[in-house]
Structure formats: structure tokens, C-alpha cells
T-cell receptor
Framework: DAMVIQNPRYQVTQFGKPVTLSCSQTLNHNVMYWYQQKSSQAPKLLFHYYDKDFNNEADTPDNFQSRRPNTSFCFLDIRSPGLGDAAMYLC????????????FGPGTRLTVT | AQSVTQPDIHITVSEGASLELRCNYSYGATPYLFWYVQSPGQGLQLLLKYFSGDTLVQGIKGFEAEFKRSQSSFNLRKPSVHWSDAAEYFCAAPPVGSSNTGKLIFGQGTTLQVKP
């Protein structure tokens, strides 16, 4: 089945140690999103790619970066994780910008020790 | 400020009972509205969406929602809840003027617990 895949499902990193989370999709969608969801909170959009165009949310910390080397893959890089970055990170895709349905991956649970 | 509000943080219903989850929005114009469900440890799945037209929207898994402009509400309903419906439910909408950006504002979520 076509889907959004996130690896790993669980990631433990040390304070200040760079970490990369991976997302891939077989839907051939143009748009890929990264959300941060802290415990008992709503998902918060960090940034998204429309094709190769990167769109950063104004309040996303500089510590968070993203790469999209091709249509299928998108990476979230956290350059120096802090304890406050522990969260579930959700990747989503949509066929196009606007009101198209977003398809979510299962998420990566990041723990910072 | 534009916002999506889910007044109920936690709801418990008995299996087989009816369910209504509330969602209120504050927008000037008719918004696009979505309901997503998140099972524990999983990503979000779209239940249904409203763009325009018929104000009663049917979704997956037996859910429906009704858009009421006069009440600024988009409540989610299900006539008979199953134990597998226990999950977190999020109402969402794009910010006004940003419907073409893909950005969604989510409500705080409602946790549904189903009693046997």
C-alpha cells in the first residue's frame, strides 16, 4: 500500500548530539510537512516543502533544519537537541498545497537524555 | 486571532452509546474544517472534511460532522461508539488567508475513552 514511512519509530539522542529523522513516501505527493507534537498537545507545523521549495514557519527554531533530496524523501535535522525538543515528530504529505488531505506517517518519538 | 477550540479535553462514553465531540472556530469567512483521529503512538488519520455545500459531512468509520455557521461549530458525531474508537481527536483548519499554504491550525484535542 502507498504510505508515509518514518524511521526510526523511536530515537534516543544525547543533549547536544545532532540527530536526523527520516520520512519517505510512496504517494508521489508534491508536499511534505514536518510537525512537532509534544505530550498531550496538538501537532505544530515546523516547515514544509512544496516540491523543492522550502517553507519555514516563523517560530521554528534555527536548531531545526530540513532536507528534501528527492520527491520521496524528506529529513528533519536537529543540530543540537535540547531537553525541550523531546517530542513526537510527525511527517505528512499532501498531493498539493491548500485543502488537500494530509497523509500522516506514524511518527518518530524522540527522547533526549 | 484565528483559533480552533475543542472545549472538552477528555470524554468517556460507554460502548454503544452516541458520541459528540465539540469544535468551535473563530474565523470571519467560512473556513475549511477537518477532523483527524490519532490512535496511541500513531500518526493522524483524516476522518472527514468540510469545504462548502452540504453542511452535514459523512466520514470514515461511521463518523459525521455538521457545520453550523451560526454557532461557529463543527461538531463530530457517531451514533454508536465502538471500543476501537478510543483515541485522540483533533479538529483543524487552515489560517484565514492561508488556505493555499497547507498549514493547519489544530485544536488542543479531545481524548475519547470508551467503557465496556
Amino acid at each position: 500500500d502507498a504510505m508515509v514511512i518514518q524511521n526510526p519509530r523511536y530515537q534516543v539522542t544525547q543533549f547536544g548530539k545532532p540527530v536526523t529523522l527520516s520520512c519517505s513516501q510512496t504517494l508521489n505527493h508534491n508536499v511534505m510537512y514536518w510537525y512537532q507534537q509534544k505530550s498531550s498537545q496538538a501537532p505544530k507545523l515546523l516547515f514544509h516543502y512544496y516540491d523543492k521549495d522550502f517553507n519555514n514557519e516563523a517560530d521554528t527554531p534555527d536548531n531545526f533544519q530540513s532536507r528534501r533530496p528527492n520527491t520521496s524523501f524528506c529529513f528533519l535535522d536537529i543540530r543540537s537537541p535540547g531537553l525541550g525538543d523531546a517530542a513526537m515528530y510527525l511527517c505528512a504529505t499532501s498531493r498539493d498545497i491548500g485543502t488537500d488531505e494530509q497523509y500522516f506517517g506514524p511518527g518518530t518519538r524522540l527522547t533526549v537524555t | 486571532a484565528q483559533s480552533v477550540t475543542q472545549p472538552d479535553i477528555h470524554i468517556t462514553v460507554s460502548e454503544g452509546a452516541s458520541l459528540e465531540l465539540r469544535c468551535n472556530y473563530s474565523y470571519g469567512a467560512t473556513p475549511y474544517l477537518f477532523w483527524y483521529v490519532q490512535s496511541p503512538g500513531q500518526g493522524l488519520q483524516l476522518l472527514l472534511k468540510y469545504f462548502s455545500g452540504d453542511t452535514l459531512v459523512q466520514g470514515i468509520k461511521g463518523f459525521e460532522a455538521e457545520f453550523k455557521r451560526s454557532q461557529s461549530s463543527f461538531n463530530l458525531r457517531k451514533p454508536s461508539v465502538h471500543w476501537s474508537d478510543a483515541a485522540e481527536y483533533f479538529c483543524a483548519a487552515p489560517p484565514v488567508g492561508s488556505s493555499n499554504t497547507g498549514k493547519l491550525i489544530f485544536g488542543q484535542g479531545t481524548t475519547l475513552q470508551v467503557k465496556p
